[in-house]
T-cell receptor, first 113, second 114 residues
């Protein structure tokens, strides 16, 4: 079955601290993976995507993600978190057979000053 | 700003009513997707259109329908509304519908059914 799991529902970090949000996927073929961010009352903004090639992907706002096929993971990282990064983050898998994105449940990030 | 627009931003209506949500894709995008975001179900794919034709269906109720017009804008029609239909409805668009295409999301329409 195709699925995306984000094990952490809530994460709280201090401003300036590093961040890693976990994402695990289940997919039988080469996955196409995305991270989106949703700020309160806003739509989904694309942070980065992985299609193939280099397993370390750079995105906007200083985010990066690393694809690890052996671990079926696509974790999102940021070296130093800013208060404006507080939002909900969604990992998604493109299901080519159904032309849709399969989303994880999301991780809500809180940033303490 | 993704370039995808959705109207209205908010919609409050009563059970049993019918509403229409509208989406304009990014310029040049031929594919439109509809998603529903609710507290209990999370983000769920509803339906996809490509250049006016239905391409894929997800967890869309029979009371819901959609279409894509020749100018490529899309409408999602929700009828016989129930309390459980209250959710945030997103539209996304992409250039094509091939494997791996990137979907860009609109700001959403928040539907409240009272």
């Amino acid at each position: 079955a195709q699925s995306v799991t984000q094990p952490d529902i809530h994460i709280t970090v201090s401003e300036g601290a590093s961040l890693e949000l976990r994402c695990n996927y289940s997919y039988g073929a080469t996955p196409y993976l995305f991270w989106y961010v949703q700020s309160p009352g806003q739509g989904l903004q694309l942070l980065l995507k992985y299609f193939s090639g280099d397993t370390l992907v750079q995105g906007i706002k200083g985010f990066e993600a690393e694809f690890k096929r052996s671990q079926s993971s696509f974790n999102l990282r940021k070296p130093s978190v800013h208060w404006s990064d507080a939002a909900e983050y969604f990992c998604a898998l493109f299901s080519g057979g159904y032309n849709k994105l399969i989303f994880g449940a999301g991780t809500r990030l809180a940033v303490h000053p | 700003d993704s370039g995808v627009t959705q109207t209205p931003k908010h919609l409050i209506t009563a059970t049993g009513q019918r509403v229409t949500l509208r989406c304009s894709p990014r310029s040049g995008d031929l594919s439109v997707y509809w998603y529903q975001q609710s507290l209990d179900q999370g983000l769920q794919f509803l339906i996809q259109y490509y250049n006016g034709e239905e391409r894929a269906k997800g967890n869309i109720l029979e009371r819901f329908s959609a279409q894509q017009f020749p100018d490529l804008h899309s409408e999602l029609n929700l009828s016989s509304l129930e309390l459980g239909d209250s959710a945030l409805y997103f539209c996304a668009s992409s250039v094509q519908d091939r494997v791996g295409n990137t979907q860009y999301f609109g700001p959403g329409t928040r539907l409240t059914v009272l």
